[in-house]
């Protein structure tokens, strides 16, 4: 499976159209003081008006699937009443959109906007949140026909951690207590979803995507290899742990005792629902990170790789490099650093560790400060550079037995990436956030080119073409 992906709030606008409520990201984006710029997913890239014409753009790509989220304040508006149809009738629209073109949809529940009436009652710290969430997985799977393969959560890390913990992302609150039991509540949440799909629609499959890493030592000192196993254990245990062991990790149960209610809000019964089998597992990567030095700034962050106090602006990006670099390694321009071989040992430590059922790469690419030439054209060779040795790691991992079924770069265009804003591009299509018009990158075609051969092209010759 050959895809891109996106998210609702990052892409579509039109935030207060046809019954939508707002979204923490939206009460966040305006008023936190915390995104670059100012910036506001209000019109973003205006995909809610001009999604026909991303169909297209999806369908001149020429790719099998395309990843994007259903936005909870569209369906949901007021939490507990009835669904909003017209918020139903846009994803029914590009769910038929993307069939007419032979692309199979893989829609996301969750990739952030919780409806700000949710938050305001407590949000993910609270447990009354993961059964609306249930009540609104259950709207979606019955109401939006024709997905094969739904998601449930999108990063659950990012959610918890950089929204409760650290206030990087909304709601931004910095309560350590409160992330971790949001941490719970957001697997709950999961596991109640997986459960209403079973008993709803059967035939579907149905997985979740988690952002896991690799955290290297960068000394064979005790203290920093107990630091990189505690950050480690945030980062990758704290979630595999629980959906394919039943169990969380005893040593993050107790550090986190120091911070009520922590854990405690663990429930009988919660694991079994939270280890309910899965189909597949989404996997978001993008950079290693290295644990070294002086305070080991709270294990990175406990594995986002961030380091330093809370930005104000610009924020601190949540996978920065950190303290102690490693000497001549390439970075994106979100300084995350570049190294694909993180990937393929992530792929294989998930086989061996944890499960064997199909794996998706749901998101993989990188932001580079790219820009339209006079001639028009928007040339991005590091990002086809950082891509293929991505796509070669993922081969390799295939070699070493990974069950790996498909690749989503993200993204398929710029969009507001979150605490930056729109500061950073990831696409494979520019955006003229100007007047909404689009312009598919050098990487754009170059990666049209792969799923058509089903292989990659030299890298030299791929680089030479851009010019
Ligand atoms: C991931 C998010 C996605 C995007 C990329 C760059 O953490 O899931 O929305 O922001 O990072």
Redesign the pocket.
Known sequence: MWGTAT?AY?IEGAVAEDGRTPSIWDTFSHHSGRVVNGDTGDVACDHYHRYEEDLDLLADLGVTAYRFSIAWPRIHPDVTGPANEAGLDFYKRLIAGLHERNITPLPTMY?WDLPQSLEDKGGWATRETSFRFADYAATVLERLEGIEKWTTF??PW?SAWLGYAYGHHAPGREDIGAAAAATHHLLLAHGLGVEAARSLVPEVEIGLTL?LGVLRSGTNEQVDLDATWRGDGNQNRIWLDPLFRGSYPEDMVKLYEAHPPGFSVVQEGDLATISSPIDFLGV?F?GPGTIMGEGRELEARMAGYNVGPRPEAPPVNHLAGLGVETPGRPKTAMEWEIDATALRELLVRIKDEYTTIPLYIT?N?AAFNDYVAVDGKVRDPQRIQYLDEHLEACLGAIDDGVNLQGYFI??LLDNF??GFGYSRR?GIVWIDYDTGRRIPKSTFHWYSGVIANNALPPLDEAIAATR
């Open positions: 998210a990052q990739h999108n990063e990012t952002n978001n993008y998101e690419g993200w993204s990436e979150w990831f």
